[in-house]
């Protein structure tokens, strides 16, 4: 490849791209390159490589001659193919200049159609063509996108201006105006630019064309592209490219149109031909929300050869890609063209779907498939739907369309900016627009669901609520809004600000009030999905790991176990036991332990807990039957159970038969200047240990009852927060005693194990001697970022926002594991501690044991299991299959 080249043509003399080359020529660019190569009908055109957007931000937004010589090139070629000139007086070649990335990014970067156009220019096109109207109708388009995109002009005042002249016509439609009354409000659009410019309506369109490439380029880093990326992890890219494109032209008149379409449905993925088009209209116009479009199966019946070849074109594209494709036509007096194929944007259910199908039509392979649905797709599928029992009592004030699947609920906002605010103090917003912009990018990632008043199924709101899996209702007529009152009104009822409604975004219903929302539970298509992303796991191969990359849940009580076990968890990773403790019943026996004067005061009161924490681990080893259960023995602070209130401490008092004077001077006795530094974790068991005595001996009594009764029990307990080897041997070998006491006592045969928790760093820095006492190790990596960083967990709401926001920080570190520091204590932990035992198991517990990114990074540190809460199970499942694949 030539290292020179910056601008890479595509039409039927030459092309000079293909779809391998994204990186360098956008998304868009190269797949313009790629269906030319397929003999697809492409306006041609060239496009300028994202190297030249590295180059443009590195050199204070100006080209070098190289560049200003390769596009001046290429344009020469474009005229010579088409046989026109850009500028030309009497037959004009006209472009359009839009953005590329090589990640998808719907939206939200500049765009300018009909560039070239001067008003000897349209003369000519009107007198060339026989249509005046058409000519007149593009500049006016042309000088409301470039005042507003490259000029900065306010978008509303072109709408004014417009809307002026349809008030003076007595008309309401733009295609209700005639050549006549276009040439008006082309004199009023250049008014409304000179006002606001300070300067005339440029006429010289190779002036146009780089002011043009300027805006594309300098879109880049706009607000709400810069946005995108990062609410969507986009990294890496060094800018986006410009498609310089000859223009064909959809307002030709009724034998012209234009449209958007996807390949299969983009919300169930339904092997459905699907999209909406317009007549006489430019492809702004179906994706603006202003026309009301038709849905594409219309146009088999208006223009039924137009319609055969964009099936064959779309059945031909999509098995080239084997993928669903988003794909955009114009038709030009009776004759198609194809600006645009990608990847599809769809929803978590249809990307399942989708992924299922094209793997029972032979198109992909299973692992293929697998590798298709992103973490965050399918979290979508995991996210509230109406309460069935609940909704046959609902009734719809309102439907629209249902543009994006799922139900929300929450009060109404009607500004981006209102949404964002609050989310940021925790409360649940639906974000009513008459139509999203990409502006509104950030408020719609807030809300909990979007509700807009126009816009059909390939709306701005449509297209980008699937792709963040946000449910949507799109042009939902009967809301009337009214920006200025901050109000909607519904069949004459005025909603304010504040209050609430219910949407869902699989039918289109709109309902008064905040619906009971449920969980949907795993089945059909989501199943199978996830069954093959098991298989990829179970196929898993490293050095020194046996039985492929596991997958448990993080869950304290018997229900949490049952619904990780629906999630397809393979057992338990943590079991919490201080969250018992917190039920009344056992509350009030632990608070009188815990102030026990003497051990013999609090082995008594331990008696009392011994059953109800019996109870507790029989119904938890019952749930997962046949499956591993990791305990962790009591870890907090012993403040955290202590009574705060006088009447909590009177009535404690009255219990043990303590004047409550003396019993809250022993209570401020246990307080802790810096308590999760402090008497927590295996220091209980040290100084009290007849606490982890008595949990040993529940654990392992419930072990023994269920095992009688035919369940299969696997108990793991855990010893938390060691940081020296000797911690360890004492509780083990404590533990032990009651173990073999218990199993001896029973007769029962129960297989166990004894292992730590790594979440002090000493602990990871010493894993080679840890592990002699250890059958396995489990990361606790909240606790061991907390360490690492210095961070308090409970504090960091106060400052990581903002060193997130300066750059100090990339990600949260108690959200997303920090694999340059944190993550290299993690790798310690697990070479030296295989290196005393090779066979040694290890996992991590932490939340970051359902975050993708951290499920693969402890993939390659040679972990065997992640644990995680149960509603992220399945993501666990896949994104864990997906760090098999990704790190072969």
């Known amino acids: 490849m030539n290292e020179n080249k910056l601008v890479y043509f595509f039409g039927k003399t030459v092309t000079e791209g293909n779809a391998s080359m994204k990186s360098l ?28 957007c590295k180059q443009y931000y590195e050199n204070n937004r100006t080209y070098s001659d190289e560049i200003k010589k390769q596009v001046a090139d290429n344009l020469a070629k474009l005229e010579a193919e088409m046989g026109k000139k850009l500028g030309d007086a009497n037959d004009p070649l006209l472009v359009s200049v839009r953005s590329g990335a090589a990640v998808s990014m719907p939206g939200m970067m500049d765009t300018v159609l009909n560039l070239g156009l001067n008003l000897k220019a349209v003369e000519g096109i009107a007198k060339n063509t026989g249509n005046v ?33 349809k008030r003076e016509k007595g008309v309401e439609q733009d295609l209700e105006l005639d050549a006549e009354d276009l040439k008006v409000v082309v004199e009023r659009y250049m008014e409304v630019y000179k006002k606001s410019t300070g300067k005339d309506f440029p006429q010289d369109p190779v002036e146009q064309l780089w002011a043009g490439i300027d805006a594309v380029f300098s879109s880049w880093n706009n607000d709400r592209a810069i946005k995108y990326r990062e609410i969507n992890k986009i990294e890496g890219l060094i800018g986006t490219a410009v498609n310089v494109q000859s223009m064909v032209y959809g307002n030709y008149g009724d034998t012209s149109g234009t449209g958007v379409c996807f390949s299969r ?120 739907m109406i309460d069935p029992a609940y909704e046959k009592d609902l009734v719809s004030i309102a439907k629209g369309l249902n543009a994006s699947p799922g139900a929300a609920a929450g009060t109404i906002v009607f500004t981006a900016e209102d949404a964002e605010a609050a989310k940021a103090k925790g409360e649940k917003v639906i974000l009513v627009r008459k139509e999203t912009s990409p502006e509104d990018i950030g408020g719609m990632n807030a809300a909990e669901g979007i ?106 009580l018997p229900e949490d176990a049952r619904k990780a076990r629906e999630f397809g968890a393979e057992g338990i990773g943590l079991c919490r036991t201080e969250h018992m403790f917190f039920d009344e019943a056992k509350l009030e026996a632990f608070r009188v332990m815990i102030v026990s004067d003497t051990v013999e005061e609090r082995k008594e009161a331990l008696k009392e807990i011994l059953k109800l924490q019996i109870e507790d681990f029989e119904g938890i080893f019952e749930a997962m039957d046949g499956l591993p259960v990791t305990v962790r023995l009591l870890d907090p602070p012993l403040h955290e159970f202590v009574p705060h209130t006088d009447a909590e401490i009177n009535a404690l008092a009255a219990k043990m038969n303590m004047d409550s004077k003396a019993l809250k ?13 402090g008497h927590r974790g295996c220091r209980l068991g040290v100084t009290y240990p007849e606490i982890y005595d008595m949990q040993v001996e529940a654990i392992m009594t419930a072990a023994a009852t269920q095992t009688k009764k035919g369940i299969k029990v696997l108990p793991e307990i855990m010893i938390p927060l060691v940081g020296k080897f000797e911690e360890l041997k004492m509780l083990r070998e404590n533990a ?29 820095l010493t894993a080679d001697e840890v592990a002699q006492y250890a059958d396995f190790f489990s990361f606790g990596t909240n606790d061991l970022t907390q360490m690492t960083f210095g961070y308090s967990r409970d504090d960091v709401g106060s400052f990581v926002p903002e060193y997130i ?45 359902g975050e993708p990114s951290s499920i693969d990074f402890c993939y390659r540190a040679g972990l065997n299991v992640v644990s995680c809460s149960p509603y992220r199970v399945p993501i666990a499942r896949l994104a864990a299959a997906q760090a098999v694949v990704n790190n072969r």
């Not at 290299?824 to 044991?849: A, D, F, W, Y």
Request: charged share 25%; aromatic share 6%.
């Open 805 to 849: 926001n300066k750059k100090v920080l990339k990600d949260d570190p108690f959200q997303v594991l920090d694999q340059d520091g944190v993550g290299q204590l993690v790798n310690m932990g697990v070479e030296k501690g295989r290196k005393t035992k090779p066979e040694l198991k290890t996992s991590i517990c932490g939340e970051h044991g």
């Open 133 to 165: 109207r058409f000519a007149w109708d593009s500049y006016r388009r042309f000088i409301q996108m470039f005042g507003d995109v490259v000029a900065g002009c306010e978008h509303h005042d072109f709408e004014e201006a417009l809307d002026s002249v």
């Open 736 to 764: 032990q005693v009651v173990i073999d006491r218990i199993l001896s006592e029973t007769g029962a045969k129960v297989e166990y194990m004894i292992g730590t928790m790594i979440e002090i760093p000493r602990a990871a």
């Open 265 to 384: 449905d983009p919300s169930t993925g339904e092997n459905y031909f699907y999209g909406e088009y317009l007549m006489n209209a430019q492809g702004e116009d179906v994706v603006a929300g202003i026309r009301t479009p038709l849905k594409l199966s219309a146009l088999e019946d208006q223009n039924p050869v137009i319609y055969k070849q964009l099936v064959d074109i779309k059945d031909k594209l999509e098995k080239h890609y084997k993928d669903m494709q988003d794909l955009e036509f114009t038709i030009q007096e009776g004759k198609l063209f194809l600006l645009q194929t990608r990847n599809g944007k769809r929803t978590g259910n249809a990307a399942v779907n989708i992924a299922v199908d094209l793997v029972n039509e032979g198109m992909i392979s299973k692992e293929e498939a697998v590798m298709r649905v992103t973490p965050d797709q399918l979290d979508q599928l995991l996210h509230p």
């Open 665 to 677: 001077s022993r209570l401020e006795g246990l307080n802790e200047a810096n308590p999760m530094l």
């Open 25 to 52: 020529l956008g998304g868009k660019g190269a797949n313009l390159c790629e269906m030319t190569s397929l003999g697809v009908p492409v306006p041609p055109g060239f496009t300028i490589s994202t190297e030249v």
């Open 451 to 556: 509700l807009t008043a126009t816009g059909g199924m390939t709306s701005h709101a449509a297209v980008v609520a699937r792709g963040m899996g946000r449910p949507c209702v799109a042009g939902c007529k009967a809301v009337v809004i009214s920006t200025k009152e901050k109000t909607a009104t519904i069949e004459g009822k005025v909603y304010k600000e504040g209050d609430s409604l219910t949407i869902n975004g699989t039918d289109g219903n709109v309902y008064e009030g905040m619906a009971k929302l449920i969980v949907p539970e795993l089945s059909g298509n989501l199943n199978t999905f996830l069954t093959w992303a098991d298989e990829v796991r179970a196929g898993a191969k490293r050095a020194g790991v046996k039985d492929g990359f596991g997958v448990r849940t993080n869950a304290d």
